[in-house]
């Protein structure tokens, strides 16, 4: 079974301070890992999937298959990064989203 | 382009009444989801529908809850009859395909008293 666990419910940082929300994952095969943010009043959307490699809104994640983590990366916080954010695991096999139970990211100015 | 649209945004019922929620997802997604996420917990999937046909239900209680895409476009989410432990906010989600990006709804916020 695929399992996702995000072991920080609420993480607090100050402005320009570097940001990592941890996520680990359970699974015997190879997954798609995706981080989701929900900004206050907004849906819930894609921030970035591991397979992309990419850097979006100067967040980062690297998929660490021999820790099953993929923490979510962020040099220096800014103020608008404050949202919920998931982290969510597909395996290829069941084609479906497991998310994990969600971090709520404060940026204090 | 027009998000994932849902209907009603709130609800608040009491328990053993029934209620439906409906989706309209982003024009020409053939994959439709159902969510449910309880206060503190991340989504869950409920249904999973791609075109009018059912993927994958197996987290649908089935005995209370049915979901249906009849004309492979909208979608429609019933819970009959109603529990306490049914409270959340039902999200639905439409992607092109099975494995592309999914586009989520503002959700419904379900309250059973």
């Known amino acids: 079974a695929q399992r996702v666990t995000q072991p920080e419910k609420l993480l607090s940082v100050f402005k320009g301070a570097p940001v990592e929300l941890k996520c680990n994952y359970s699974?015997?095969?190879?997954?798609?890992l995706f981080w989701y943010v929900q900004y206050s009043r907004q849906r819930l959307q894609l921030l970035l999937r591991?397979?992309s490699r990419e850097s979006i809104k100067g967040f980062t994640a690297d998929l660490n298959k021999g820790e099953t983590s993929f923490h979510l990366k962020k040099p220096f916080a800014q103020e608008e990064d404050s949202a919920m954010y998931y982290c969510?695991?597909?395996?290829?096999?069941?084609?479906?989203?497991?998310f994990g139970q969600g971090t709520r990211l404060t940026i204090n100015p | 382009e027009a998000g994932v649209a849902q209907s009603p945004r709130y609800k608040i019922i009491e328990k053993r009444q029934s209620v439906a929620f409906w989706c309209n997802p982003i024009?020409?997604?053939?994959?439709l989801y159902w969510y449910q996420q309880i206060l503190g917990q991340g989504p869950k999937l409920l249904i999973q529908?791609?075109?009018?046909?059912?993927?994958?239900d197996s987290q649908l209680p089935k005995d209370r809850f049915s979901a249906e895409r009849l004309k492979g476009v909208d979608s429609t989410l019933k819970i009959q009859p109603a529990k306490l432990e049914d409270s959340a906010v039902y999200l639905c989600?439409?992607?092109?395909?099975?494995?592309?990006?999914?586009?989520f709804g503002p959700g419904t916020r379900l309250t059973v008293l």
């Open positions: 989600a439409s992607s092109l395909y099975r494995n592309n990006e999914q586009f």
């Open positions: 529908f791609q075109n009018n046909g059912v993927v994958d």
């Open positions: 591991h397979i």
């Open positions: 699974y015997s095969g190879s997954p798609e």
């Open positions: 969510a695991l597909r395996a290829l096999s069941a084609q479906k989203l497991v």
């Open positions: 024009s020409g997604h053939a994959t």
